[in-house]
């Protein structure tokens, strides 16, 4: 009505009046006031206000109260579907001054404007406002706060595409949220409507004011959403805005974190909303129309990714900015807020699957030919990285079942598929066992069960080693692949299985096998997957033949190569497939007999050329022959299977002519030398004192020889040669000896004479610009005297292997490294004398750089050590400055080294080249450590002058840290005068000087490095200063009888430093901070770590010092005591706080747990020798360690705790027969004893001690038992000392318990037991087996009347004795244990006494059962069942049967017995027990059959009341015995109906 009353749009701007206004006006509504008419200030138009209009029309039309609400309700909708609200409420004034313009609210920013105007002002005007137009108040307020956000958002005159928001409107925002905030407070605010007048104007909206929305708690992203009816046009709008952000969130702009933090809010709630288990109905819409829009946004969000990664995107593009951007929104901090982790679990899978299923337009054929593209070095990083993500949160399990299940259901991408198990292999080791599997030992089974083996897991089918991970589930996933397309002949399993394979197989051998590895495991034994029938064979053969066109030519010869395992009646499936195979080669002009030993088989690389792979297959062939002493069996089958390249290239390779010394002396030492030319002298640069090496290639020909792989003509024709070579030797040897040997003619004189001119470039600076030529000619020289080819340069990430021990290297290139040597020596020494280091120029870098080859570096470092670590003393002063000058070179160019593998006595681990040195170099004896001493302060004062003071980085590099170390340490050692503050010297003296003097004073050259500044500032880097930790280590490396120090002299620079230099120095830099206790806890820690490796590092095995075999940690032991002395007479610590555990055990406790855990015999070898070493440093330390003293004033008994705790975990599972041994035992009671003197009653202290060892510690009484012998006297001698008083009364306990354990075996009726009834049986079971009686029938009747639980105990202390002499033979002695036993056992039965429960002890048990499992190691413990039916033949079987716990316990004792023989634990226990006679008292066999037999023959015999239970026993016999379970089962259903068992009654 009203808009045809006015023509002119009511948005026009109408003159200066206008202009004053802004377009949303509200009038201060005060009580005075009525509605005025707006005069038009403009020219034409309508003369009448709106509101005239309408009171007009309402005069005019008298109608009833419904007609008046009709209209009314009509004009509402009128004005909210069609008027703009701010030109309407323009319209409406009042008189001047009295007019609110809510834009100048906004805009306005400057301080106090407005200060009488508030939120419920704006309020009140909206509302009479609302009031006049007959509007709701709430619609009118939404209406005007969305007219502003739009109008805000079009303030900016930057033109769109755009989502972020100026600063100014951020102001203006921040403004109008305000005012909306209060409205809504005063609930004059609809969010619906405001929401749909947002939509109105959706375009214009800009995506940061949307989500400062949300942020205020205006209107939700949800809500947002919801209040637009069409789906479509929601994810459009919102995907391309969400594209926007991400551009603009990797941009370089301020508001990038408004960005970020924009991109994680829309991101949770989409995801929240997409994927969340259970809707949240509370919405206004369906929320499953809520949901899809969610996932349709992050779908095409992730769809536009792909395809713009597709198409190539550039780096740093926009396209490639905003894809990284939203690949990034899949990290995992990203949904902290949203508090179920499932929803971000759902959303990860549901991308994961959208990108396996991304466009698949890619065929088979396509995925086959194409997927060494797709590895994951070939993968872009945006996806690879994508992929990481995503795995994060998903499982190795969760991960493979998922790709499995949408390879199973789903078209897909295949390069998206092969590009994930790339990244899956790579990124997550665990998956890697997941898709990893090999078969291995599978026995012979027929058709049937062959496959039953490869589909169960390796825990049912023992005899079927399936090398899998360590996760259960889907470990075995391309084995289940490969079993269920033989089983049904399923194309598409046989394809998924050969594409993973292929796939994980092209990133190495570190994350899968080759393929040819895993071709031949799966298909080449009868063990394979094919192997069921001849269908399963015409199915491969057949997937094999398909496959042929599309193959790669490596695929191909490994099918060849490593045929399938055929049957001979199927002979011709596999002779039809390597026919056409073989054609297809032929038309790729690739041939399978000219395929290299040695060749990659699992890249689809191009074939090498067969004359280069046939060097390449004698070098590994020789190197397989040198480690091993055998023929490689690479070289045995190509001598069978491969003749052609075998014959035309392997052996015309390795029979190369070679000279043959006809020298007497060379021919004890293998005359052959390797690769010497004519007329070489074998005198050329020989060091006469250096050993000689066998020639392992002539070793070689040799055995192949031997073993007729060589022709006899081919062998004749080569030893001919090598002959006719060797005759022109001696014409040149003689015109040798008439010309000066320049040998010009000869490669190794060649080699001599350019380094001869090297050294006149070198010392000569006007020719040094010639340097770079020079060497480019010896590397030439050397290159052609060593035979090298054009790649030797590239080591191809092989290591270096090594034996320190006995290092080899062929003569004749000891030889040449002896020449390359000295003359390095020779130029560094010329060089020296003519400038310093940082002025001779870059020749011993290149220089350097020419001895890193790939042939050469292994010789190299063979000699280094030859001449380091076993000739180092006869070394000269100017050998041992070029050596280390060589160090500091190598050290230079590690990273383009490969890494060391040095055999014993040193770890095999991989080092690189500057750490060797560090191995090279001991400091063990006198001679040693002056070697060592000289090498460091050569290197270092090399270092340090030959780099400058900016490249300083470069010379931390070359050094190795363990050669800095070594040189602090000896220069402590062996000067006093550094041990005090250094006076620094003078900053032009360089350290190199004293170096090139022709007497080197090495003392003054150490001294004077040490004083030099730039080494305090090398020492300053981290891991390069001297620790305490590296102190000890090298301290205990010394043998004391060669050492320089004498005994004083070395206790004394051990006062020094432990007390004066370590001990104070701060932690930062490897000191102890004053702490004399950490200072101990180190020094235990090391001197355990080194004792533990003393024998593997060369020490000497008969050694008879303190611990371990090496002779210095007598001396550093010492110093341990001392320590502990120091802790012991310190000040007691402040307050009353209960005092800490002694920092000893912690060390322990914490090196026990670093151990494996295992009942296996190299986890208990090794915890073994851990507890050794804990024991004898026990001993070795006072005894109050063990027990801790009492304070005077407290009535309180010794802290026990921390040993009772090492007793209880460690020590007693190494116990023997319920105690320790004597040392340690005795030890405790000393220092029990001496902690009770110290406290204010001892005997009540001794008491409490003891009392709570009964319950804590029951194994210390046990032992005291046993030593009693020994132990009492010590005990009352030291007793008397402290106390007048007698023993305390558990002290006497222990003395009455082992006196009635003598009278029970004495003729004297026996007195009452005196204590706990266990104590008085381990006393009496100690006694009898040292009695060592024929029988003790009789023993046991002294026992009547004393109680059924003594002999209880006694049986299982008995029981316990048995085991030990099962473990120990030793132990037996006159009556064997198995008599003992049987003996308890009659006699338990005789006086009807249950013995069951001794077989059903746990942990839980409270009482004497715990109690008892204290007393024995866990591994006999585990034995029982082993001890149960060794006593099966003294069973009274009709009192067992009338037990309820006997069919319970004999179940279970057999269930554990089969378990033990599986694991293999009862063949170790009978080889212990009798030597390796398995007949002495029956094998493992025999004892399982005679117990099952038992069983079988009771349990139809158990009465009803012992079935109470059967379910459980059913249970647990389900996957071990068959037949006990069957028993069981009958005898439970008779049970259950015994009608149907009953015999008929026929008369």
Aim: proline share 7%; with cysteine; charged share 20%.
């Amino acid at each position: 009505m009203g808009a045809r009353a006015c023509p002119r749009p009511m948005g026009r701007k109408r003159g200066p009046e206008s202009e004053r206004r802004r377009p949303w006006l509200v009038r201060d509504m005060s009580a005075s006031q009525a509605l005025g008419a707006a005069s038009d200030l403009g020219q034409g138009g309508c003369r009448r206000a709106w509101v005239e209009l309408l009171a007009g029309r309402v005069k005019r039309q008298k109608l009833g109260p419904e007609g008046e609400q009709k209209v009314r309700e009509s004009a509402v909708r009128l004005l909210r579907s069609h008027l703009n609200l701010g030109d309407l409420v323009l319209e409406v004034e009042g008189p001047p001054g009295k007019q609110l313009c809510l834009s100048r609210l906004i805009d306005y920013d400057g301080p106090g404007a407005h200060i009488d105007l508030s939120s419920s002002l704006i309020g009140s005007a909206l509302r009479d406002q609302a009031a006049q137009l007959g509007v709701p108040a709430a619609v009118l307020c939404s209406q005007v706060v969305a007219s502003g956000l739009v109008r805000v958002c079009e303030a900016d005159a930057v033109p769109p595409p755009k989502v972020l928001l100026t600063p100014d409107q951020r102001k203006k925002l921040s403004s109008l949220f305000e005012i909306a905030q209060n409205l809504l407070a005063q609930s004059m605010f609809s969010r619906l409507s405001f929401c749909q007048e947002l939509w109105k104007v959706q375009n214009s909206l800009l995506l940061e004011a949307v989500w400062r929305l949300h942020v205020q708690s205006i209107v939700s992203l949800q809500e947002l959403l919801e209040s637009h009816a069409d789906s479509q046009a929601v994810v459009a709008w919102l995907s391309r805005d969400l594209r926007l952000l991400c551009e603009q969130t990797e941009a370089p702009c301020k508001h990038a974190d408004v960005a970020r933090a924009m991109l994680a809010d829309f991101v949770q709630m989409l995801v929240s909303r997409g994927f969340q288990k259970n809707a949240d109905v509370r919405g206004t819409v369906d929320p499953e129309w809520m949901s899809q829009v969610a996932v349709a946004v992050l779908e095409r969000m992730l769809a536009s990714a792909l395809e713009a990664l597709a198409a190539g995107i550039q780096e740093g593009s926009a396209a490639h900015k905003a894809v990284s951007c939203w690949f990034g929104v899949f990290s995992g901090h990203m949904y902290g807020s949203i508090i179920s982790t499932e929803s971000p679990k759902r959303f990860f899978c549901h991308t994961l699957t959208q990108i396996l299923t991304h466009k698949p337009v890619l065929k088979v054929s396509d995925a086959v030919q194409m997927q060494r593209e797709w590895s994951f070095a070939r993968t872009p990083p945006l996806l690879s990285g994508l992929y990481r993500r995503l795995f994060v949160i998903l499982s190795p399990e969760e991960l493979v079942g998922h790709l499995q299940e949408v390879l199973e259901t789903q078209e897909v991408n295949w390069q998206h598929v092969l590009s994930c198990v790339s990244t899956l292999v790579i990124c997550l080791p665990d998956a890697q066992q997941l898709v990893n599997v090999r078969i291995e030992a599978l026995p012979a089974y027929p058709a049937g069960a062959l496959w039953t083996a490869l589909c169960c897991r390796p825990a049912r089918v023992p005899a079927a080693r399936l090398r899998v991970g360590r996760h259960p589930g889907p470990e075995d996933w391309v084995s289940r692949l490969l079993t269920h397309a033989f089983e049904s002949c399923d194309l598409d399993s046989m394809v998924l299985a050969f594409l993973v394979a292929r796939q994980a197989a092209l990133e190495g051998p570190a994350a899968f096998p080759s393929y040819a590895a895993w071709f031949q495991a799966a298909f080449g034994s009868a063990r394979g997957f094919h192997g069921s029938s001849k269908k399963a064979l015409v199915f491969l053969f057949k997937f094999l033949s398909d496959l042929v066109p599309f193959e790669a030519p490596r695929y191909l010869q490994v099918h060849i190569l490593h045929p399938p395992l055929v049957p001979s009646k199927y002979r011709t499936l596999l002779t039809d497939y390597v026919a056409l195979a073989r054609t297809r080669l032929a038309d790729l002009k690739v041939s399978v007999e000219n395929m290299g030993l040695y060749e990659d088989l699992s890249s689809a690389g191009d074939v090498t050329e067969p004359r280069c792979q046939a060097a390449q297959d004698v070098e590994k062939a020789i190197m397989v022959f040198e480690h091993t002493g055998k023929i490689p069996a690479a070289v045995l089958e190509a001598s069978i299977f491969r003749r052609s390249y075998y014959l035309s290239h392997f052996l015309p390779a390795l029979l190369t002519p070679r000279v043959v010394s006809t020298r007497r002396r060379e021919r004890g030492a293998g005359s052959a030398e390797r690769g010497v030319p004519v007329g070489v002298s074998p005198k050329s640069c020989l060091s006469s004192q250096l050993p000689r090496v066998p020639d392992s290639r002539a070793a070689l020909i040799e055995s192949l020889r031997r073993a007729d792989k060589i022709p006899p003509s081919l062998y004749s024709t080569y030893r001919q040669a090598c002959s006719t070579v060797g005759e022109k030797k001696p014409e040149d040897a003689a015109s040798q000896r008439e010309v000066e040997p320049s040998c010009k003619e000869e490669p190794l004189g060649l080699l001599t004479t350019a380094l001869r001119e090297l050294r006149a470039s070198v010392t000569d600076p006007t020719q040094r610009d010639a340097l770079l030529a020079q060497m480019a000619v010896i590397s030439e020289q050397l290159r052609s005297a060593l035979g090298l080819g054009e790649d030797d340069s590239d080591f191809e990430g092989a290591p270096v292997q090594l034996s320190v021990r006995a290092p080899k290297l062929q003569p004749w290139e000891q030889r040449v490294v002896d020449l390359l040597l000295t003359s390095f020596c020779q130029n560094l020494m010329a060089a020296s004398s003519v400038a310093p280091p940082d002025r001779q120029g870059p020749w011993a870098a290149h220089f350097v750089r020419t001895l890193c080859r790939r042939r050469l570096l292994p010789a190299l470092l063979s000699r280094l050590c030859q001449l380091l670590h076993h000739q180092g003393p006869s070394l000269s002063a100017s050998h041992v400055v070029g050596l280390a000058a060589l160090a500091v070179h190598l050290g230079e160019s590690r990273s383009a080294l490969p890494e060391v593998h040095v055999g014993p006595p040193t770890p095999a681990r991989g080092l690189p080249v500057p750490e060797l040195f560090d191995i090279l170099l001991p400091c063990r004896t006198q001679e040693s450590s002056a070697l060592c001493l000289k090498f460091c302060t050569a290197a270092i004062s090399y270092s340090l002058c030959k780099f400058s003071p900016q490249s300083r980085d470069i010379s931390y590099s070359c050094l190795s840290p363990g050669l800095i170390k070594k040189f602090q340490f000896m220069v402590f050692r062996w000067f006093s005068e550094a041990r005090d503050p250094p006076s620094w010297e003078d900053p032009a003296s360089s350290p190199w000087r004293p170096l090139c003097l022709p007497s080197v004073d090495w003392q003054r050259a150490a001294l004077c490095l040490w004083k030099q500044r730039t080494l305090r500032e090398l020492l300053k880097q981290e891991g390069l200063h001297l620790t305490y930790r590296d102190w000890l280590q090298l301290e205990l490396e010394i043998q004391p009888e060669v050492d320089s120090l004498s005994d004083t002299e070395r206790q004394d620079f051990h006062q020094w430093a432990i007390h004066q230099h370590f001990l104070p120095a701060p932690s930062a830099t490897g000191g102890c901070d004053g702490d004399l206790e950490v200072a101990c806890a180190t020094l235990v820690d090391v001197l355990m770590d080194f004792c533990q490796s003393s024998r593997s590092y060369d020490h000497s095995e008969n050694s008879d010092l303190v611990l371990g075999g090496c002779t210095g940690n007598r001396d550093i032991f010492s110093r341990l005591q001392e320590m502990a002395a120091d802790l012991e007479q310190g000040p007691a610590p402040l307050g009353h706080a209960a005092p800490r555990g002694h920092f000893l055990f912690g060390v322990f406790c914490r090196r026990l747990q670093a151990l494996a855990r295992g009942w296996d015999v190299a986890s208990r070898l090794q915890r073994q020798q851990e507890l050794l070493m804990c024991k004898r440093i026990l001993l070795g330390l006072p005894p109050s360690v063990l027990v801790g003293s009492p304070r005077l004033e407290q009535l309180a008994a010794p802290d026990c705790d921390d040993f009772f705790h090492l007793v209880n975990s460690e020590l007693r599972n190494f116990s023997h027969d319920g105690a320790l041994t004597h040392d340690i035992t005795a030890h405790f009671f000393r220092g029990l004893l001496n902690a009770c003197s110290r406290s204010r009653d001892p005997s009540l202290a001794a008491d409490l001690t003891l009392t709570a060892c009964q319950t804590q510690c029951p194994l210390l009484l046990t032992s005291a038992l046993l030593w009693w012998p020994h132990l009492e006297p010590e005990l009352h001698r030291r007793w008397r000392r402290c106390s007048q008083s007698p023993l305390p009364a558990e002290l006497r306990r222990l003395q009455e318990a082992r006196h009635f354990a003598r009278s029970v075996l004495s003729p004297l009726a026996a007195p009452p037991t005196p204590g706990p009834a266990w104590l008085c049986a381990a006393a009496l079971h100690f006694v009898i087996r040292r009695a060592g009686k024929e029988s003790i029938r009789w023993e046991l009747g002294q026992l009547d009347g004393q109680g059924e639980e003594l002999l209880v105990f006694l049986f299982f202390f008995s029981l316990m004795g048995l085991l030990s002499s099962h473990l120990t033979p030793q132990a037996a002695g006159s009556l064997k244990p198995l008599d003992v036993c049987a003996e308890v056992l009659g006699c338990l039965q005789r006086k009807r006494v249950s013995w069951l429960p001794l077989f059903q002890l746990t942990e839980t048990d409270a009482g004497l059962g715990r109690t008892l499992l204290r007393l024995a190691p866990d591994h006999q413990v585990r034995l029982l069942p082993l001890a149960f039916y060794s006593l099966l033949s003294y069973f009274d079987e009709d009192a067992l049967l009338q037990e309820d716990a006997f069919l319970h316990v004999a179940v279970n004792m057999y269930l554990k017995l089969v378990g033990l023989f599986v694991a293999g634990e009862t063949g170790a226990v009978w080889t212990l027990a009798h030597g390796g006679d398995l007949q002495a008292q029956g094998d493992p066999v025999s004892l399982i059959t005679n117990a099952r037999l038992f069983l079988l023959q009771s349990i139809p015999r158990c009465p009803k009341r012992s079935f109470s239970d059967v379910a459980e026993l059913l249970g647990a016999s389900a996957d071990c015995d068959p037949e006990v379970r069957a028993a069981l089962l009958s005898r439970q259903q008779a049970v259950l109906d015994p009608d149907l068992y009953q015999a008929p009654r026929l008369f």
